[in-house]
C-alpha cells in the first residue's frame, strides 16, 4: 500500500508519520528504540540563534490522559545545533524538519537563514508560540499580523518548505492559518500545546518552576482534530496535525479531519517504540476502512466528501 505523502516544494514523506518538535530531543536518546530513518519525518526541538536556558524546575507535571511540560525551549543554539546534531540525524537518513524559534521577527529569520541550504535540512517549522519580546511578551502566534510579520520574514531568506506550528490558545486558529498562508507559508502544523496549570497540593503552589505549562498527550486530541478540521476548511496549504496521537487509528482520524501527515509525540515518552508500530499498522487500519492509501483518507470527513461506504465497522 501507498503510505507515501509529497508535500509542498518536493519534500516527501515515505509515511505520515513524523517525530514531532520537542520530545524527541534530537534523536540520539531515541536511537536505541526508534528506526529513525524508517520515520516520515523528524521535527528537531526548537532552535534559537543563541542558546537558551529555558524555565526553572519543576519542568514536568504528569496529569490524567495528559503531561504537562514547561521546559522554555532549551536549546543549544543553531551553531551547536548545524556541529553536534544535525551529522548525527544526516547519517540517520532521517528527514530532517528543522523547529525554529525567536524571541523578535529577525532572531526567526537568522535561524532561517543559517538553515536553507545546508545539507541534511529537508523543511522548517517555525514556532509562533514564542514571547514577543518587542510586543510586552504576547505569543507571535496569538496575533495574525505578528504570525504573517513572522513568517513573511522567514520566506524572504529561504526556499526551503515552510510550516508554521499553530498555537490552540486562540479564540480562531484558522485567522492565524490564513495570514500565514498569506504570508508564504507552504504548511500548517497544527497542534501546539494547549496552556494549563498543575498545583502541588504538598507545598501549596503551582508544580510547575514556570508556574504554567503545555498540555499534551491523549486528553487534547479533541481540541487538535477541531483545529485541524476548522484549519483545512479555510486554508489550501497542506496541515500536518498533531496532539494525542498514540495509534494508527488516530492518525486515520487525523487524515479524515484533513491532514495529510501527523507528528507523535507524548506517548513515546512511555513508548519509545509507538511510532515505529504505527507506521507498521497503518496499511492494515487504511485497508480496513476502505482506503488504498494516506492519500484516499485526506479530508474525507470535510463537508461535502460523500461518506465511503463498506469500509470499517
Same mark, same amino acid.
Given at each position: 500500500m501507498?503510505?507515501?505523502?509529497? &508535500?509542498?516544494?518536493?519534500?516527501?514523506l515515505?509515511?505520515?508519520?513524523?517525530?514531532? =518538535?520537542?520530545?524527541?530531543?534530537f534523536?540520539? @536518546?531515541? =536511537?536505541?528504540?526508534? #528506526?529513525?530513518?524508517?520515520?516520515?519525518?523528524?521535527?528537531?526541538?526548537?532552535v534559537?540563534?543563541?542558546?537558551?536556558l529555558g524555565?526553572?524546575t519543576p519542568?514536568?507535571?504528569?496529569?490524567?490522559?495528559? &503531561?504537562?511540560?514547561? %521546559? $522554555?525551549?532549551?536549546n543549544?543554539?543553531?551553531?551547536?545545533f548545524?556541529?553536534? #546534531?544535525?551529522?548525527?540525524?544526516?547519517?540517520?537518513?532521517?528527514?530532517?524538519?528543522?523547529?525554529i524559534? $525567536?524571541?523578535t521577527?529577525?532572531?526567526?529569520?537568522?535561524?532561517a537563514?543559517?538553515?536553507?541550504?545546508?545539507?541534511?535540512?529537508?523543511?522548517?517549522? !517555525?514556532? %509562533?508560540?514564542?514571547?514577543?519580546?518587542?510586543?510586552?511578551?504576547?505569543?507571535?502566534?496569538?496575533d495574525?499580523?505578528?504570525?504573517?510579520?513572522?513568517?513573511?520574514?522567514?520566506?524572504?531568506?529561504?526556499?526551503l518548505?515552510?510550516?508554521?506550528k499553530?498555537?490552540?490558545n486562540v479564540t480562531?486558529?484558522a485567522?492565524?492559518?490564513?495570514a500565514?498562508?498569506a504570508?508564504?507559508? #507552504?504548511m500548517?502544523?497544527?497542534i501546539?500545546? &494547549?496552556?494549563?496549570?498543575?498545583?502541588?497540593i504538598?507545598?501549596?503552589?503551582?508544580?510547575?518552576?514556570?508556574v504554567?505549562?503545555?498540555?499534551?498527550?491523549? /486528553? %487534547?486530541k479533541?481540541?487538535a482534530l477541531r483545529?485541524?478540521? @476548522?484549519?483545512?476548511?479555510?486554508?489550501n496549504?497542506?496541515?500536518?496535525g498533531?496532539?494525542?496521537i498514540?495509534? /494508527?487509528?488516530? !492518525?486515520?482520524e487525523?487524515?479524515?479531519?484533513?491532514?495529510?501527515?501527523v507528528?507523535?509525540?507524548?506517548?513515546?515518552f512511555?513508548y519509545?517504540?509507538?511510532?515505529?508500530? %504505527?507506521? @507498521?499498522?497503518?496499511?492494515? !487500519?487504511?485497508? @480496513?476502512?476502505?482506503?488504498a492509501?494516506?492519500?484516499?483518507?485526506?479530508?474525507q470527513?470535510?463537508?461535502?466528501r /460523500?461518506?465511503?461506504?463498506?469500509?470499517?465497522q
Amino acid at each position: 500500500m501507498d503510505v507515501s505523502v509529497s &508535500l509542498p516544494r518536493g519534500l516527501t514523506l515515505k509515511n505520515p508519520v513524523i517525530a514531532a =518538535s520537542g520530545t524527541f530531543g534530537f534523536g540520539p @536518546e531515541y =536511537s536505541r528504540y526508534v #528506526d529513525i530513518g524508517a520515520l516520515g519525518g523528524v521535527s528537531v526541538k526548537g532552535v534559537s540563534p543563541e542558546p537558551w536556558l529555558g524555565n526553572p524546575t519543576p519542568r514536568v507535571w504528569e496529569t490524567p490522559l495528559g &503531561l504537562l511540560n514547561s %521546559i $522554555g525551549l532549551q536549546n543549544p543554539g543553531m551553531d551547536v545545533f548545524l556541529q553536534e #546534531d544535525l551529522p548525527f540525524l544526516r547519517d540517520q537518513n532521517a528527514v530532517v524538519i528543522v523547529n525554529i524559534i $525567536g524571541h523578535t521577527v529577525d532572531e526567526y529569520a537568522q535561524v532561517a537563514e543559517r538553515m536553507n541550504h545546508e545539507p541534511g535540512v529537508a523543511a522548517l517549522e !517555525v514556532n %509562533i508560540s514564542c514571547p514577543n519580546i518587542k510586543e510586552g511578551g504576547m505569543s507571535f502566534g496569538q496575533d495574525p499580523d505578528q504570525a504573517y510579520a513572522v513568517m513573511r520574514a522567514v520566506r524572504q531568506v529561504t526556499d526551503l518548505p515552510v510550516m508554521v506550528k499553530l498555537s490552540p490558545n486562540v479564540t480562531y486558529p484558522a485567522l492565524i492559518a490564513q495570514a500565514v498562508e498569506a504570508a508564504g507559508a #507552504d504548511m500548517i502544523s497544527a497542534i501546539n500545546t &494547549l496552556v494549563g496549570l498543575a498545583i502541588d497540593i504538598k507545598h501549596r503552589r503551582p508544580a510547575l518552576g514556570g508556574v504554567t505549562g503545555g498540555l499534551s498527550g491523549p /486528553a %487534547i486530541k479533541p481540541v487538535a482534530l477541531r483545529v485541524v478540521y @476548522e484549519v483545512a476548511q479555510s486554508v489550501n496549504i497542506p496541515i500536518i496535525g498533531m496532539g494525542g496521537i498514540s495509534t /494508527a487509528t488516530d !492518525v486515520l482520524e487525523f487524515l479524515l479531519a484533513g491532514a495529510q501527515a501527523v507528528m507523535v509525540g507524548t506517548v513515546t515518552f512511555q513508548y519509545p517504540k509507538r511510532m515505529n508500530e %504505527i507506521i @507498521e499498522a497503518l496499511p492494515q !487500519v487504511l485497508h @480496513e476502512y476502505g482506503f488504498a492509501s494516506v492519500r484516499d483518507a485526506v479530508g474525507q470527513a470535510l463537508p461535502g466528501r /460523500a461518506p465511503i461506504r463498506g469500509g470499517g465497522q
